[in-house]
């Protein structure tokens, strides 16, 4: 939601129709935000305000922006981590955002500390067989745990790789290969301290005062 002086700015609901002075009464509808008014003087004050560069956008903190532009912005946010930010990490970080003090930035590296070296089944990796790189997804962790431990360079996942391996590794093949966290590797773009900070930005509040904890919504 676009925020108007560090808050959430509400949109003003349409009256029940059993308030409506006239149901044939003409309205005016705000394109920006779709809301309606009976009144026209109240509509002209709101589409006036919308094209003020008043608004920021709660995802990015992108100031100085009109209403569409902070809509726009925060759309484009959540596209942006709907497809960069992986399924199986929401939950564990929702968790480490959960009731967090720490400003964003302190926010942002202890999550990609926190990740850098777990893995989830079910995440998209890379991985090196005999010096060739090969995308794929962790089907599990040997030895397994409860929840990821803290991998060392030599712990074992069993990944099934995406490629045509027939041609690779011979007809038997069946994609799955064991591979250590030392040949395992993430796209950057999604083990980031940006991506993370993204996430946080999308997923969680934080008041202005010293030592506010981040609210998951």
Known sequence: MPLLKRKPHDLIPLLPEEEWPDMEAEVYQ???SGEIFLNYDDYLARAMLYQKRVFSCEKTGRLNLTYAEAVNSEREVKRTMD????EVWRKPA???VHYCSMDLNKLSTTLYDFFKDRL???EEV???IDGCTYSGTVLTQLDPTP???QATPSTKFEILLRQDLHALFGPDSDGK???EMCNIRRDRV???KQNFRRFARQVATKEVYMGAPWIVK
Do not use: N
Request: overall charge negative; hydrophobic content about 50%; cysteine-free.
């Open 190 to 192: 999604v083990l980031s």
């Open 120 to 122: 989830y089944i079910g």
């Open 177 to 179: 290969h064991v591979v």
């Open 83 to 86: 497809r960069l930010f992986p």
């Open 147 to 149: 929840e990821p431990p």
């Open 126 to 128: 890379f991985a090196e």
């Open 30 to 32: 705000v394109d920006a």
């Open 94 to 96: 929702l968790e480490v």
